[in-house]
């Protein structure tokens, strides 16, 4: 899969321009501001169109302008195929069409455009809280598995019902969604739990090539018998006098974490930064080798500002891992070219003030 093309109009600080990428992909750099970020973000919007950074589209339009669109040209296994997204200030209003075509529901558009971004806050995955290891868990799986997607939104659709009935103090209606809530949630939990018991392995390996020792093991926090439909009626009930105390679901896969240990030691509360910042990577390496065994595509890779938090050992070998990457298609920004390591072998484009120098 590749990024051929991309047009903006009204995007952020960038101005309107086009930009033909080429097969291996860019190194962008320029100072903080300039609109290196902006870039990358346009470019993985039509990947989930939404932001990279969890903006709303509104804070996305450039100022004083009434929306933006992006558009793009991409090369997968069935051909060409072009993506334009309009969002419209006014009414709030997106428009996508693939091919010409109008889209009737975004989960159809997700993952025709596939891409990995690795960003200087993805530190959270390791060091943060367990909302930001669930929402790794989710966003990959998604995009992995359109099965996955179709659960995780009936989930959340049946725990906003069950939580209100549970607000109103009507367990008689927050009990009516139980079944709802079981059938999504164990499908939920089941493809957590086979992509955390296929990880281990692989996870090892990256860490290897990022120059990590140590034994990691890597395991789903939460209860695994929810994976079977029966086991949701015993752990409501078994929760009903807590639920109806805190007015929310205390039970089910959006309370689960995913726990990473180095050499026995948990990394978010013992692994060093640079440790931390490792297995984020090694996490992002492994979402794209799941994107590509379910697309049959190696998806491109986002890196914002990757290299600065990481010693010149540590550079060299993301390099190194980078270069084996094969036909991936790569594109990362840095303030500074003595930032990226010398092994690094890609296009360098300049970024000042919204204009993108080739």
Known sequence: MRLERLRLRQFRNLDDAEFEFPASGVALLGDNGQGKTNLLEAIYYPVFFR?????????????????FRVDVDV?????????????HSPGRRKQIERDAVAATR?????????????????????????????????????VADRGYY???AHYRAAMAQRNAGLRQGRPDLARAFDGALAAAGSQVVA?????????????????????????????????????DCAGWIPALNAAEARDRQRGTTTVGPHRDDVRIVLDGHPV???GSTGQQRSVAIALKFLELQTLERARQAPPALLLDDVFAELDRER????????????????????????ELPPN???????VKEGRVLR
């Open 51 to 67: 932001s990279i950074h969890g903006a709303g589209d509104t804070e996305l339009v450039r100022f004083g302008a009434s929306g």
């Open 75 to 87: 090369f997968t296994r069935d051909g060409r195929h072009r993506i334009d997204v309009a969002f």
């Open 106 to 142: 975004l989960a159809d558009e997700v993952g025709h455009w596939l891409a990995v971004a690795f960003l200087p806050q993805d530190l959270r995955l390791t060091a943060g809280p367990a909302a930001e290891r669930r929402r790794y868990l989710d966003r990959m799986l998604a």
């Open 150 to 152: 179709s659960a995780l």
């Open 191 to 227: 493809t957590r739990c086979a992509w955390i018991d296929r990880a281990a392995e692989a996870l090892a390996a990256e860490l290897e090539s990022l120059g990590e020792p140590g034994r990691a093991q890597v395991s789903y926090q939460g209860h695994r018998e929810l994976a």
């Open 268 to 270: 978010r509360e013992f």
């Open 315 to 338: 550079q060299q070998r993301l390099a190194d891992r980078l270069g084996r990457a094969g036909e991936r298609q790569v594109f990362l920004s840095s303030p500074r070219a003595d």
């Open 344 to 350: 690094l072998e890609l296009p360098v484009w300049q």
